[in-house]
């Protein structure tokens, strides 16, 4: 008689002790047979695992080439003969069959573990891989709930599709549902694959043996059969055994059966870590293949039935076709005892088919695996409704995980919290990373941990190795590097950055040089130069405006006698140098004895007076702190003044970014920067040794744009130098191709748009840790005037002058319409012949008669002409009139005269 322990529940080393001590104690133990390929070394192990669990000694037996009839048989009578109690088949397919026929005559239970391709009844059989009933009934339920109109069937050749029969019944003619089957074959399954994509097919049942699953896969996505709008159902419940990790994130809908269940299986997690033990792998619960873990239920069945009932083990022989007393009953036991393994309830039909079964349906998500259903009892039970990969992405995939996030102690990134209690884990840091971080878990959902790094990482030139934050995020030794971390091209080409949270560029920090006494010409400095340049050249333009005006307006032409009430010639005061001198008088608040008479030239001149108004107030009122103030006066401007400059040390963080530009860069200028930077010791390991070296010696930081804002605000004797050098930004450091990256994006732009980072950016850099001490006194400093501070004034002359000009042109058109009247001439005539006169700039004598308008008029004709003129005769005091010109002359009206001699004063007029 053989002896058997009970088999409990009990912590697995306790198991394992009591087995071995039972194993050695007792040598009469029951024998299982099983019968495997050579090469399934996976289901050998599970054999000889499974039988120890269970105090069986389990009779393996290998078959080296597929289909051997005779070695099969061989196989089978040695294990009846060795009187095995029941015999596991690892074989399948035609060879079941075999096996079967041998096992019915000896009534030895065979116990099968995968799908075959004929589906067997026969009673010496008992098969554990749930029934092509099952399959076809959840596959169905599982197609109407997806409401799938339409889908193909794609199966592996050879392969029989019993499974998914009631599916092929689902395009019937009388249904709405549209199947198209197709079959893939040979080594390479593209070519079905490309076709059935040109079909324009979106949906896909695949039943296939579990071998050719990564295949298919990876055929499918190679066509690109694998995008969001790609949906398949897979019958094989060895699907999710697979790494899907390729496929996650490409939005692909994958939904298949996983029938152990993983959550409370006590079993399964004994199991594994004996075959774990045996194998030398280190197998996941989630990673055993179905055939793997049936095995185990069906010794575990095998061992369940014998508790039940007494059974004998017996040496049978092929040879005389006995038959064991005992199979019959092991057998009837097997199929009526409900009992629960590793894939739950093992429940038979009278031919020992497994129909009821219980399986999780779970589906591929960005988040990984998620179970969204449960096919019992014949009925498909959904958790949770078909949602687009995208959906769940957004929701789940970074909930409630916990990632490790690099992060540097640079101000103001980063800083040791300093405190006098204890401080543990995360909060034992601040700074505005640590509270961005904060923001984006908190949009997220998601946990951290932080974990310093200094090194930010660079690319090994010996070793052509990544260094630093970059290589712990290749690694997976972090998720995020979360500091002032520059985004290169470099460091692109290894991992992923976020969207930028901030810009910047390479700046120069420098000590304030020592005040120096105002310059020589610093009254020269209250307008910039522009603004100087401007006034000239208004005031030049201006006085052209002035004698154009001047002679077009009629009431600029004033008797140069006032006593000679008609005279013969008039006189105009805008002569070039008496329109300078008004407007260099009224510039130097001093004035001037010109007073213009007509409208325009007055608009004009008050204008003019508002103008020189402002800019003189304007220069009195800086002019002062320009005579008084102390200036700086750097050493260097820029940085092509600092390479010049031969006294003045310079240098940079040595392992960063801004280093990288001075090394990489194709300017000669910054190359022999960054050799001299390099063989002269200048570069520092952190900014703030940069900082004080800047501060204390004659040594010149670059930096980057932020931090130098962020130095500035609290070393108030230190500034950036000249403008930066390049534009740059900082990005959160990712593993190349994170799935985290697109909602790490979302979160960045929230924050951005909300103007939470700015908040942030403000709060670090201006308030926090000693902020905003330095702005007070940087706001003294006088700032000179320029074109955008005067430019209001230049407005207003320009707008003075346009309707000054206009309202001139009015008056000259009335005047040369009267004329034209009065000589009886046309208009054009008269408008030509007085912009001639006026765009002369020269004279500023206006004889009051003309000659006739053709030269060959007779006297009489003149006369008669003359006749109509009401000038009366005057005499000529021509040699008097340009010296009096300049005298002021108050408006009075012009009297025209007529007279014989006023012929003789018109001949003198040059019109020509
Ligand atoms: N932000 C730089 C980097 O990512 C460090 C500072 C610097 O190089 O100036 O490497």
Redesign the pocket.
């Given at each position: 008689m053989w002896f058997l322990c009970e088999y409990k529940m009990i912590d697995f080393k306790v198991l394992f002790t009591v087995l071995m001590t039972a194993q050695c104690a007792l040598s009469n133990q029951p024998n299982v047979g099983g019968i495997f390929y050579s090469n399934d070394e996976d289901l050998k192990v599970a054999m000889s695992v499974s039988a120890k669990l269970f105090n069986l000694t389990a009779i393996i037996k290998e078959v080296s080439k597929r289909g051997d009839i005779l070695e099969i048989t061989g196989h089978v009578c040695d294990l009846a003969e060795k009187g095995v109690v029941g015999i596991i088949d690892g074989l399948g397919g035609k060879a079941t069959e075999h096996l079967q026929g041998i096992c019915d005559i000896l009534e030895l239970p065979l116990i099968n573990i995968q799908h075959n391709d004929l589906y067997v009844k026969n009673w010496s059989l008992i098969n554990l891989y749930p029934s092509p009933v099952a399959f076809n009934m959840a596959l169905e339920q599982l197609i109407v709930k997806k409401e799938w109109l339409n889908f193909t069937l794609l199966y592996v050749k050879g392969y029989s599709l019993s499974q998914v029969q009631s599916l092929m019944k689902m395009g019937h003619p009388t249904e709405r549902v549209t199947v198209t089957v197709r079959e893939l074959s040979g080594k390479d399954y593209r070519e079905v694959l490309i076709n059935t994509k040109k079909s324009g097919h979106t949906n896909f049942v695949v039943d296939c043996p579990s071998g050719h699953l990564e295949q298919i896969l990876r055929h499918a996505q190679h066509v690109g059969l694998m995008a969001d709008e790609h949906s398949y159902v897979f019958v094989s419940p060895d699907l999710f055994t697979l790494d899907l990790h390729r496929y996650r994130y490409g939005g692909v809908n994958m939904t298949g059966f996983q029938l152990v269940d993983l959550l409370k299986n006590e079993q399964l997690y004994e199991f594994i870590s004996f075959y774990n033990e045996e194998s030398g792998e280190s197998l996941a619960p989630e990673n055993l293949k179905i055939k793997v873990v049936l095995i185990h239920d069906a010794i575990f069945m095998l061992y369940q039935a014998m508790t039940k009932v007494t059974v004998v083990p017996t040496s049978l022989s092929c040879d005389s076709y006995e038959s064991w007393t005992y199979g019959t009953t092991l057998l009837n036991v097997m199929k009526t005892n409900k009992i629960e393994g590793i894939t739950r309830n093992m429940i038979f039909d009278g031919f020992g088919q497994r129909n009821n079964v219980t399986m999780d349906i779970l589906e591929l998500t960005p988040a990984g695996n998620q179970t969204i259903g449960t096919w019992k009892y014949d009925e498909l039970i959904m958790s949770r409704p078909f949602v687009t990969a995208a959906e769940i992405a957004a929701e789940t995939i970074m909930r409630n995980k916990t990632f490790k996030v690099l992060i540097s102690k640079t101000a103001p990134y980063g800083y040791e919290k300093k405190s006098s209690d204890h401080l543990e884990g995360n909060d034992r840091y601040e700074g505005f990373t640590i509270d961005l971080i904060e923001r984006i878990a908190d949009i997220l959902d998601f946990n951290y941990d932080f974990e310093l790094e200094d090194d930010?990482g660079g690319l090994n030139p010996t070793t052509h190795k990544w260094t630093g934050m970059i290589a712990k995020l290749n690694d997976e030794k972090a998720d995020f590097a979360i500091c002032?971390?520059?985004i290169t091209a470099e460091r692109q080409s290894a991992i992923d950055f976020s969207t930028p949270f901030m810009t910047l560029g390479i700046g120069i920090l420098y000590k304030e040089p020592s005040k120096q006494p105002p310059e020589m010409f610093s009254f020269m400095a209250v307008f910039s130069k522009e603004v100087w340049y401007y006034m000239m050249f208004v005031q030049i333009g201006l006085g052209a405006i002035m004698i154009f005006v001047g002679r077009i307006s009629n009431k600029e032409w004033q008797n140069p006698v006032p006593c000679i009430e008609q005279p013969e010639e008039l006189n105009n005061q805008f002569s070039f140098a008496n329109s300078v001198w008004l407007i260099i008088g009224s510039v130097m608040q001093q004035g001037s004895e010109i007073a213009p008479i007509a409208l325009a030239p007055r608009i004009i001149t008050s204008v003019w007076w508002f103008f020189t108004m402002v800019m003189v107030a304007s220069y009195v009122g800086t002019l002062v702190a320009f005579l008084t103030v102390e200036k700086n006066v750097l050493p260097f401007e820029n940085v092509k003044e600092l390479y010049e400059h031969k006294s003045i040390s310079y240098g940079?963080?040595s392992k960063?970014?801004?280093?990288s530009f001075f090394r990489n860069s194709s300017v000669p200028e910054y190359k022999k920067m960054y050799q001299k930077m390099e063989k002269n010791g200048w570069l520092v390991a952190d900014n703030d040794i940069g900082v004080k070296l800047a501060e204390t010696k004659t040594y010149a930081f670059f930096?980057?744009s932020t931090s130098i804002e962020y130095t500035t605000q609290r070393h108030c004797d230190l500034l950036q130098v000249g403008g930066l050098l390049d534009s740059k930004s900082y990005g959160i450091g990712m593993k190349k191709g994170s799935p985290y990256k697109k909602y790490i994006d979302e979160a960045l732009l929230k924050l951005k748009e909300s103007g939470e980072i700015k908040k942030l950016k403000d709060l670090w850099w201006k308030e926090k840790m000693g902020g905003g001490k330095c702005s007070e006194k940087r706001d003294e400093e006088q700032k000179q005037l320029g074109m955008k501070n005067m430019l209001g004034a230049f407005v207003v002359l320009g707008v003075g002058c346009l309707i000054g000009i206009f309202i001139s042109t009015l008056d000259m058109l009335w005047g040369v319409f009267k004329r034209s009247v009065k000589y009886n001439t046309t208009f054009k005539y008269e408008l030509v012949e007085e912009l001639k006169f006026a765009l002369k700039f020269n004279g500023d004598i206006k004889p009051l008669k003309r000659p006739p308008k053709t030269g060959s008029g007779s006297a009489e004709a003149l006369a008669d002409l003359e006749g109509k003129d009401d000038i009366t005769s005057l005499r000529s005091f021509r040699s008097a009139k340009s010296s009096d010109s300049r005298r002021t002359h108050h408006s009075h009206n012009s009297k025209h005269s007529s007279g014989g001699l006023s012929v003789a004063f018109a001949r003198r007029r040059d019109y020509s």
């Open positions: 930010y002032d971390f520059t940079a963080k960063g970014s801004t280093i930096m980057e």
